[in-house]
């Protein structure tokens, strides 16, 4: 009975013995298929009578597993396989042991999301010039890499993975591989065509230029950037040159250009009449009327923000063309799958032989030397130039890894022209030499720490020089002009996901700008140097928010300066920003902007009646305690309101606009009468509307664009205190539109406005001859109007293949095809006669132009 008691609980007690032991055994087990490599050799060394040399280092902490066979050379070879060591017999007895420093890897790539294979994805050795692409299966196999390297993996819409080559080297069968989907916000768009291909208005009512995409407009055959923008209703130059372009009725020196985050103090060609910035490698171009971001200083009429191509390619591409004024080429040159080096040149056609649009450009350019005699007789003039013009860019983009980018951009920009003139009624004769010049280099880190902190440094050197002599052959009078800006700037800034809809902007901004003005007069003497140096310090943040039904878009924030001038003052300013975009019904929307904003540098309008066009203004920094030039701060406030309606292929916009500016001079707004020498300071005032209606198709676009301003300047010394500003258009109509039919490409356009304000002298008392010398006495500022402005514009370009990989363009365009006689100017100059001469600055006539582009 005992027994029989006992026996259940001494079958649970056994059962318990053997389930503790079952784990001990297998890993008794486990640890009997493996064993440490130098036990192994050993034992090896004693069975089969052999010898093995090795380094302990090499072979220290290894393990394998035991192989079955009792062939050596199997086990060796199983060895090798296990451990990637290089195993070679020397004799009969011995063997060298040794680590390989290199190793055969391969693996399957996948996506991470189905597990399907990823064809086609390029697989590098980092630090080496191997490179292979996946097969049909997503398998990629290499051969003899080196142990210790990198690989990265690499596939458009995935993460790139990085992994260490030992890792594959390990597996048989072949390691799987999965690549991330790589999700990328960015910025929202309004996916419109804007006029034309490539010209899209963004969320935040600024205009996108994409180059690469730009289509056709009336009078242009090449995407010049400067006169592109010129379409947009607002945006106007009331002389025809990008040089003096007039943003809401501001002037050319009121707007900030930027090219790759450098400041430019130059911006054309030819003497403002062609932009100095070649389009084939900008990538895109941002122009903001108002609402601008806190991140931009200076400017307070515009930015321009030009921005080249910023991506490395795997091919090298490239282009080349010419028109009747120039040719460029450019290209981007892929060092390594990591590092690529873009460049562009071009150079004027001017001095190696006349065209008709080069005669057209220049009779614009240096027209106001035909003087009209108050007897209604014109002088005979004799001319003789030199005159060529170059530009080269360059730029270096190299990726330290995919969330850390190195960019590096250079530009230099360069007009010369050698000039005589002989009146051959007058027997007087000029000449005249001058050299302009803009170098400019900067550099970039872009760095994306996570998937919600982004931070990007920015650092530039830009200097602008001009260098002229004017000189009186038949008397010793010598003018000598020298102008030069250097400028250093670094800017820092962060970017903050707090939440999916809401990102925060912060940042710090040094700017350093050093003015030389130095004149020179030999009859009668008279010399004149001014240097002056500016230090801002700026702190600026922002909040984004997009709303996530996207009805809503609104982006604000604060922009801390405190400007010091070196020699005399400083000061601290608080300019808020302001912009919101709202689509309250469906496919309406309204738009409110606002910016406070200043800038320190004023370029200085001097000797008007020289005929050296744009290059008679002179940049100068603000510097109100200057007894020969008192020049304060310039400070804006503006603000906007506007409905936009873009529905299928109808767009239809309307916005209302009110700008004050304050602390501008006399001296920088080109005045000629009385006010043309004189400092007085003042301010001007602009109420403005712009109206649009587009009509898209995809064959064509039309559309109608009318705006209206009134622009007027305050000054207290001037009698009458309050009248007309220089760049008072009043209305500005646009009717244009293009069509593509296969592949053709058609523009025309009709462009009109109302006259210019000028002075007139007095009808009664032209001449006041009490002053040595005598002066004119005029009429009250800006009192008369020229004519009414009309110019029609077309052109066609033509796009064809050369060969598969050749693509090219050709192009013809005609500005003012009418060739109507437009009067862009009007002042008047007293002779020696006591006499007063009226010269007139008429606009292009009748200009055809050509192109012939190809690219690769």
């Given at each position: 009975m005992l027994k029989a008691h006992h026996k259940p609980l001494f079958t649970f007690f056994t059962c318990l013995l053997l389930f503790f032991s079952i784990p001990k055994i297998m890993a008794q087990d486990k640890i009997a298929d493996t064993t440490n490599l130098t036990v192994l050799l050993q034992d090896l060394e004693k069975k089969f009578d052999i010898k093995f040399s090795y380094i302990d280092g090499d072979i220290q902490n290894l393990s394998v597993s035991i192989n079955s066979s009792k062939d050596l050379q199997s086990i060796l070879d199983h060895i090798q396989e296990q451990t990637h060591l290089k195993i070679q017999k020397l004799n009969e007895r011995y063997y060298a042991l040794s680590r390989s420093t290199t190793v055969d890897v391969c693996a399957t790539v996948m996506d991470n999301y189905k597990e399907n294979t990823?064809?086609?994805?390029?697989?590098?050795?980092?630090?080496?010039?191997?490179?292979?692409?996946?097969?049909?299966?997503?398998?990629?196999?290499?051969?003899?890499?080196?142990?210790?390297?990198?690989l990265q993996i690499k596939h458009m819409g995935f993460k790139p993975k990085f992994i260490p080559a030992r890792e594959l080297a390990r597996h048989k069968p072949c390691k799987t591989l999965l690549l991330d989907l790589n999700y990328e916000e960015l910025d929202e768009v309004i996916v419109y065509q804007f006029l034309t291909t490539g010209l899209s208005k963004e969320i935040d009512a600024s205009i996108r230029l994409t180059t690469a995409d730009f289509g056709i407009l009336p009078g242009l055959i090449?995407?010049?950037?400067?006169?592109?923008?010129q379409a947009l209703p607002g945006i106007k130059s009331i002389d025809e040159t990008v040089s003096n372009i007039n943003i809401r009725g501001g002037t050319n020196d009121q707007n900030l250009i930027l090219w790759d985050g450098i400041k430019m103090y130059q911006s054309g060609h030819f003497f403002g009449l062609i932009s100095a910035f070649n389009p084939y490698l900008t990538d895109k171009v941002t122009v903001i009327k108002n609402g601008t971001s806190a991140q931009y200083g200076d400017g307070v009429s515009g930015v321009l923000d030009i921005e080249t191509k910023n991506d490395i390619t795997d091919d090298f591409y490239g282009g080349a063309g010419f028109n009747l004024i120039n040719g460029d080429v450019y290209g981007e040159i892929p060092l390594s799958p990591y590092t690529a080096f873009q460049f562009s040149a071009r150079r004027s056609l001017t001095d190696f032989f006349d065209t008709p649009t080069y005669t057209s450009f220049f009779d614009r350019a240096f027209q106001d030397s035909q003087i009209k005699s108050g007897s209604g007789q014109n002088d005979e003039i004799k001319r003789n130039e030199d005159f060529y013009f170059y530009d080269f860019t360059a730029k270096l983009l190299y990726d330290l890894n995919p969330y850390h980018k190195i960019r590096v951009s250079f530009i230099n920009i360069n007009n010369h022209l050698y000039y005589n003139e002989q009146n051959l009624t007058t027997s007087s004769e000029t000449q005249s030499r001058l050299n302009q010049t803009n170098i400019s280099f900067g550099g970039s880190l872009e760095s994306e720490w996570n998937d919600v902190f982004s931070t990007k440094i920015n650092a530039y050197y830009t200097r602008y020089n001009l260098d002229s002599e004017n000189t009186t052959v038949n008397s010793p009078q010598l003018l000598s002009q020298e102008n030069e800006v250097i400028e250093t700037a670094l800017k820092l800034k962060t970017t903050y996901k707090l939440r999916d809809a809401l990102n925060w902007l912060n940042g710090y901004q040094i700017t350093e700008t050093g003015v030389l003005n130095f004149s020179d007069v030999t009859q009668p003497p008279y010399s004149n140097k001014i240097k002056g140096v500016m230090r801002t310090h700026a702190l600026f943040s922002e909040l984004e928010y997009k709303s996530p039904n996207g009805r809503l878009y609104a982006r604000g924030g604060p922009r801390f300066s405190y400007i010091e001038n070196l020699n005399t003052f400083s000061e601290f300013r608080i300019e808020p920003r302001l912009n919101v975009n709202y689509e309250f019904i469906d496919h309406l929307k309204m738009e409110l902007q606002g910016e406070f904003k200043n800038q320190t540098t004023h370029q200085v309008v001097d000797l008007e009646?020289?005929?050296?066009?744009?290059?008679?203004?002179?940049?100068?920094?603000?510097?109100?305690?200057?007894?020969l030039l008192p020049l304060p701060i310039t400070k804006s406030k503006q603000g906007s309101f506007g409905l936009n309606y873009d529905h299928h292929s109808l767009y239809i916009g309307i916005e209302g606009f009110y700008k004050q500016v304050d602390g501008i001079s006399a001296r920088t707004q080109g005045f000629q009468s009385e006010g043309e020498f004189n400092g007085e300071i003042g301010n001007y005032t602009v109420k403005g509307l712009e109206f649009l209606i587009n009509k898209k198709t995809k064959d064509y676009s039309a559309w109608l664009s009318y705006g209206f301003n009134v622009n007027d300047y305050t000054f207290q010394e001037i009698v009458p205190k309050t009248f007309p500003n220089n760049s008072d258009i009043r209305h500005t109509v646009t009717f244009a539109g293009n069509y593509t039919y296969n592949r053709f490409k058609f523009g025309i356009g009709l462009n009109y406005r109302t006259g210019k304000p000028y002075t007139k002298p007095d009808a009664n008392n032209p001449v006041d001859a009490t002053f040595v010398p005598s002066r004119i006495n005029f009429e009250e500022p800006n009192s008369s109007r020229l004519a009414q402005y009309l110019r029609a514009d077309a052109s066609a370009i033509y796009d064809f293949s050369l060969s598969p990989r050749?693509?090219?363009?050709?192009?013809?365009?005609?500005?003012?095809?009418?060739?109507?006689r437009n009067i862009l100017n009007r002042y008047y100059r007293i002779n020696d006669n006591d006499e007063i001469e009226t010269v007139e600055s008429v606009s292009l006539g009748l200009t055809p132009n050509i192109s012939f582009r190809v690219k690769f």
């Open positions: 990823v064809t086609g994805t390029s697989v590098e050795v980092l630090g080496t010039d191997i490179a292979i692409i996946t097969n049909s299966q997503g398998q990629f196999f290499l051969e003899n890499i080196p142990r210790n390297s990198i090449e995407p010049d950037v400067l006169q592109t923008i009646q020289n005929f050296l066009g744009i290059e008679k203004r002179r940049w100068y920094i603000a510097d109100p305690g200057n007894p050749i693509k090219a363009t050709a192009g013809a365009s005609v500005l003012n095809f009418t060739n109507r």
